[in-house]
Structure formats: C-alpha cells, structure tokens
C-alpha cells in the first residue's frame, strides 16, 4: 500500500464519496495525525443493501461484476474501503465495527474469516479498485500546478480478464 491509500482525500476516501458514506474517517487512524490512516470507513444510507452497494460499484467502476462473501440482501451499514489487495485487512475492519468490506481482491480465507466475523466482503477486481482514480489524479494534479498537463494513460488496462462459459 502507499501514502495515497492513507491520504485525507486519496483512492479511499475517492471511493467513500462514490459510495455516498456519512461520518467517513480512517479505518486505522495514524497514531500522530488521526485525520490521516489506513484506507477508510464510513456509513451508508439505511437502505443500502450489500447488493445496492455492489451494483453501484458495478455502474460507476464498470466491473464485469463483483466477487461477494456473505448475504446480498442484508443491510451494508458501516463499510470499509481498502482499494488494491484489502483482503488482510480483515481482522482491522472487524475491530472498526465495520459490517462490510470494499476491496480490490480477497483471499478464500480472508473471506471466510470476514463471514466469521458476520461481516460481508465485496472484491470489484485490484485494477478497477483502484484504476478509478487516474483521472481524478491528473485532474488534481492540473488544477494544483498549472501549466502541468496531467492525464491518465489511454492504454493501462487490467492484466486479467473474465473468460465466460461458452
């Protein structure tokens, strides 16, 4: 992970907003800086599912859909973010009270220990987790230093891909 996964308005705190979560903060605050931390947490409107939270990350990051651990149907309430590999982020998003989990990517057994701990775990994919904020990035990057021109690359794409049954 870097410092854009514990910056105040990094690649976590980019996908907090997408998501629309209240009361967003670091899921493991920094012992010097508590506004700064590890990835985040936050929130969700009383009505969003699992599944209402899974298919808004399908719409806005278009994944070809989503590996989820746990019941869809059940209320997603306070959320973890950690974009990339999150999936031993686990045991840290239980202690923060958390009732689900966004990640890139998730291990078997993180998983399991994320149902053990009767939380549910959404994986969209490391790459989409985190390609989403490129061009937010080079956006910012151009407004703080004019004259810089900044984009996101036009040819990154995810090394893996989905092969369906035929």
Partial sequence: HTAWDSAPHGINA????ILSLQDVAPLEPDERDPSVGFGRMGTASSHDTV??????LISTLGCP???????????AGRIGIVCGSGGDSVPIAAAAGCKTL???EIKLHDALEALAHNMAVIAVGHHLSEWFAMERMAEKLSTALPGLHCWASAVEQDPLCWVPNK
Avoid at 14 to 17: G, H
Avoid at 65 to 75: F, I, L
């Fill in 65 to 75: 859909g989503c590996s989820v651990a746990g019941d869809p149907s059940r209320t």
């Fill in 51 to 56: 599944d209402v939270v899974t298919q808004r």
């Fill in 14 to 17: 980019m996908l907090a907003e």
């Fill in 102 to 104: 966004v990640t890139g």
